[in-house]
């Protein structure tokens, strides 16, 4: 090990910095960010670092560096392109026994700044020694997909009782088991959540020993059209501590992967007409098991609360008193249309939009026809495959132009999405023209007409 790990104090105490461009800038603001004071020495200091200077209540020192700058400091940061003058500031920082950080030049530091992950008070810093920068940036921007910002409010929740369990617990090895359940139960869960009062309540229950109360919860979670990188970080979390999973047909494959490997995991259904499970006993199950104390993931397709029946069954777990949580999803309008190059508004074209089922609750699709063609709107059908040709043939009878772009857009997201592309008047003889299967989204208005600019997504097969 090249470098040891430390973290460094710095409220309160006087840092050097070198330089006054761009590179000491960024150091600054981490420094400032530690709510050290800053000495700033450089013949130009730029306007940003001399706001971070006054802010720090430091000081500015327009002229070239001297030793006696070192003065008083408990760090050095030499941040010029001068390499003669970085290389004088560490050898008088070396002299001293300060600290020094010399920016790009690790042989002449004896400290180095890490890649950070702040989620305060709890701090990750990720370090290849100098050698690789780039690849410890690399990580931690992976470690910040991973570590929600919760994790911070977490962390100041057992600093609040952390000398009350000392007291409760002596021993090294019973606090930590103490908190070991801690952060990994319904407590972390609560926290997590953004539910800090709920959390604190449980943990002071716990620590006065009162009889354990943990129901079970369920996680209503919008799993996006189908690309697993469309998934929100809350989801992603969630996913991975539920003990069973209640999914439907239009979940992708991929994203089920990601849930937690050793979880039950339940088809619920659905497709038109054909429910593996009917919507009542769905709402049952998932408080049945919420009830025996499991933690319940209703994952989705989309998003939970735009044609994804959501609305009835947290309707459910509300009557009976079943904790939820509710993660919003990527809908297939917004996540299909941007992959198939489509902009659901554009100011030429559509200055709104509007989500409109392709069928009822009673399978009609006995719609507000009038309404749906107002001029300077896009029409996103969901579950119009079936309907397509009636869909068509009521809005051009309703006073659309048969000429009006409409597209087809079929397992958007995913590698096998295809994207159909015609008017009202043909797009069902394409459609006949060619095998398609939902799931599908239909958009009809003008915007359509600017996939042939817009469309990026390389998986995409087009038929026009």
Known sequence: MEFLPLFHNLRGRRVLVVGGGEIALRKSRLLADAGAVLRVVAPEVEGQLRELVSGSGGELLLRGYLESDLDGCGLIIAATD??????????????????????????????????????????????????????????????????????????????????QVKGLFPAVQQRRAFWEEVFQGPIADRQLAGQGAEAERLLLEKINGAPPNAPGEVYLVGAGPGDPD???????????????????????????ELCRRDADRIYVGKRRADHAVPQDQINQQLVDLAKQGKRVLRLKGGDPFIFGRGGEEIEELAAQGI??????????ASGCSAYAGIPLTHRDYAQSVRFVTGHLKDGSTDLPWVDLVAPGQTLVFYMGLVGLPVICEQLIAHGRSAQTPAALIQQGTTSNQRVFTGTLANLPQLVAEHEVHAPTLVIVGEVVQLREKLAWFEGAQSQV
């Open 230 to 256: 469309l998934l929100t970080f809350r989801a992603l979390r969630l996913m991975q501590q539920a003990d069973v999973v209640l999914y439907d047909r239009l979940v992708a494959p991929a994203i089920l």
């Open 323 to 332: 904790p939820f949580q509710v993660v919003p999803g990527i809908t297939a």
């Open 82 to 163: 001068d390499e003669p003058l970085n290389a004088q500031v560490s050898a008088d920082a070396h002299r001293r026994c300060v600290p020094v950080n010399v920016v790009d030049a690790p042989a002449l530091c004896s400290v180095i700044f890490p890649a950070i992950v702040d989620r305060s008070p709890l701090i990750i810093a990720v370090s290849s020694g100098g050698d690789a920068p780039v690849l410890a940036r690399l990580i931690r921007a992976k470690l910040e997909t991973w570590i929600p910002s919760t994790y911070g409010q977490l962390a100041g929740l057992a600093a609040r009782f952390r000398t």
